[in-house]
């Protein structure tokens, strides 16, 4: 469901802003730099998406921003507030929800541990009920309110974290890849309340990371791709499909041989390539830089003595414009 | 602009909001009376009767079954409160009151607060129990500065738990370690089977610095007529009371100071991205 910023909203005014944040983790044997250079702006009203492969450092920004973890350089403001020095004034204004959470009492009820939460921002527990049970109703979890936590499904509890996170009307949302396992129903679901609370406030920001492509593709308005700590390019999803407008994107598929991949990629005129395996068949993704190209790339696969079970032309997506950006696919970074 | 809630608010709401788990835990879980209730009864008893086939004066098993009354009190301290984060960190809670606006003060009184009525219902069958099944004589007249004493020893005691529990916003193992070592030094020290005279004064004076130790000497002289004498239980009542400012203000700055060092290694995180 895209959504249209809110044009009433404040543009100038930055919900988010950090000047060449870095942090470095120090481990007995190892020194492992998650982020450097880290220059954002997001605008108040924006829904904007930090997108990334595993280890990318989406969580350590995220962290660094909800005054967890201190940065070891550099500086960044969260709705106007320094996230360390003015971090207690920061405090009441935001809230975080991340995949898996599995905060806080499993013998409480889901109505129970919810008011618990509130009653941490000072919340009155008649305000807090009303929202809460509204909150609950809008997530369709109405009819769970009075079970014990421990008794819920992942998709059920993350549907209560995020109430959590939604009950004290924060400033800025931070979503810390919220959606993560979850079946396709609740994840449709969850982010349906995303841009429904979203729509509800002009001046609400969220901030999203995820390795899901097309949950930054559907519910952001901005995205900045991070890989190894850094961003590697920031704007609307439309305009990162743009980085691939002017190639021919390509999807091969080729019967189980040796690999080709490398050899592909060497190709002249190839932008990027990366594989998944499917029912059985390789199935890549090539960026060519024009039809011609695809001559080339055919008779490589040939003398690599592997079949084409099929060919096709398709529109470039944002994962696209990721491999292209990245050099690699998602998936591909996961598994190492 | 709506109205935010004053930090007294905050305060005294998430007192309220930490101390309902522990408290409909109780009927939830049934399994502290076993663990929390009936082993250490059992574990007082055992003293008594230890005391008795030494043939130890009459006035050592009132000792006893005061100690352990106060032990429950101890381990609440030391185990359900100094030891709290740590739990808290492993499944993301920590964190979560962290980020919100409330203070880890707040969130540790409200806690032992709720442990507290399985602790005094654990050191009242103690201590009822005890006395009639032992069949100890108290001067009820010393009733009235024993109760008073046991609050000033209970604050204190807090102040204490709450250093520890500092220590579980960065470190995480070692304090671990660092409780199970105290535990029974603590338990020794502070006489809670035997009186701290008995340690002589040196020791004894060391053993001060535990709010139980002096707290419990003043009221075992308030009650149990015959009591070898520490100090003057006026003077103990002085020392533990000021005990309690030494440890709040020493608990305080060392929230302070372990939250910063742990936002700066980030140990406040769960890591399970
Ligand atoms: N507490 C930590 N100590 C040491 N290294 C860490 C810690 N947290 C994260 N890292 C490392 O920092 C990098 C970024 O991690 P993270 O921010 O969790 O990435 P993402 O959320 O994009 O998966 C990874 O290499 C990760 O291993
Ligand atoms: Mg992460």
Redesign the pocket.
């Known amino acids: 469901m895209p959504r249209t910023p809110n044009p009433s909203s404040d543009a100038s005014r930055l919900a988010v802003e950090t000047r060449d944040l870095g942090r470095v983790?120090k481990?007995r044997n190892e020194t492992?730099t998650?982020l450097s250079s880290v220059d954002l702006k997001v605008r108040e009203g924006e829904l904007f998406g930090v997108l990334?492969p595993?280890?990318?450092?989406?969580?350590?920004?995220i962290k660094i921003l909800v005054t967890l973890l201190l940065p070891s350089s550099g500086t960044a403001k969260v709705d106007g507030l320094d996230v360390v020095r003015e971090f207690r004034q920061l405090r009441s204004r935001i809230a975080i929800v991340s995949g898996g959470e599995n905060a806080g009492y499993g013998l409480l009820r889901v109505r129970e541990q919810l008011w618990m939460f509130s009653q941490f921002y000072g919340i009155k527990s008649k305000v807090a009920y009303a929202r809460i049970d509204e909150l609950l109703e809008r997530l369709g979890l109405a009819s769970v309110a009075n079970r014990q936590i421990s008794g819920l499904s992942s998709g059920m509890r993350q549907k209560m974290n995020l109430v959590r996170g939604l009950m004290t009307d924060p400033r800025v949302l931070f979503l810390d890849e919220p959606t993560v396992a979850l079946d396709v129903g609740a994840a449709r679901d969850l982010r349906e309340e995303v841009s429904r609370w979203m729509a509800e406030d002009p001046t609400r920001t969220v901030i999203l990371?995820t390795h899901y492509m097309q949950e930054a593709d559907d519910l952001c308005d901005r995205i900045a791709i991070?890989n190894r700590?850094r961003i590697v390019i920031e704007g609307t999803p439309q305009s990162l499909k743009l980085e691939v407008q002017r190639d021919v994107v390509v999807d091969l598929q080729l019967e189980p041989g040796v690999p080709v991949l490398d050899r592909l990629r060497e190709v002249a005129g190839v932008g990027a390539a990366s594989v998944r395996e499917e029912d059985g068949l390789d199935r890549f993704s090539l960026l060519l830089a024009d039809d011609a190209v695809l001559t080339n790339v055919i008779s490589a696969v040939e003398r690599s003595g592997r079949r084409v079970a099929g060919l096709a032309k398709r529109e470039p997506t944002l994962e696209d414009a990721f491999v292209k950006l990245v050099g690699r696919s998602m998936t591909e970074e996961e598994t190492q | 602009m709506k109205s935010s809630p004053s930090e007294f608010e905050i305060f005294w709401r998430t007192v309220l909001a930490r101390a309902y788990p522990r408290v409909v835990g109780l009927s939830r879980n049934l399994s502290w009376l076993f663990f929390d209730f009936a082993f250490p009864l059992v574990g007082t008893f055992a003293m008594v009767f230890v005391y008795q086939g030494l043939h130890a004066p009459r006035q050592y098993l009132g000792f006893v079954v005061m100690g352990g009354g106060m032990l429950a009190f101890w381990q609440n301290v030391l185990w359900t409160m100094g030891t709290q984060f740590s739990w808290d960190r492993g499944n993301g809670t920590l964190e979560l009151m962290a980020v919100s606006p409330t203070s880890f003060e707040a969130v540790l009184l409200g806690m032992a607060g709720g442990a507290m009525i399985m602790t005094t219902l654990r050191a009242v069958a103690i201590i009822v129990l005890g006395s009639l099944l032992f069949k100890v004589t108290y001067n009820l007249g010393g009733l009235p500065p024993a109760i008073g004493v046991f609050l000033l020893t209970l604050a204190a005691l807090y102040g204490l738990g709450m250093l520890l529990a500092s220590l579980f916003l960065y470190y995480s193992r070692e304090a671990w370690h660092l409780g199970d070592a105290i535990q029974e030094p603590v338990n020794f020290l502070s006489g809670l089977y035997f009186p701290v005279h008995a340690l002589g004064a040196y020791v004894g004076g060391a053993a001060s610095l535990i709010p139980v130790t002096l707290g419990l000497d003043a009221m075992r002289q308030f009650l149990l007529p015959g009591t070898p004498r520490f100090l003057d239980p006026a003077l103990e009542t002085v020392i533990v009371a000021l005990e309690i400012p030494l440890f709040a203000i020493l608990a305080v700055s060392s929230l302070r100071f372990m939250e910063v060092r742990a936002r700066r290694e980030?140990k406040l995180?769960s890591?399970w991205?």
Do not use: P
């Open positions: 983790y481990t492992v998650a990334g595993n280890g990318a450092g989406k969580t350590t920004l990371t991070v700590g | 980030g995180i890591k991205s």
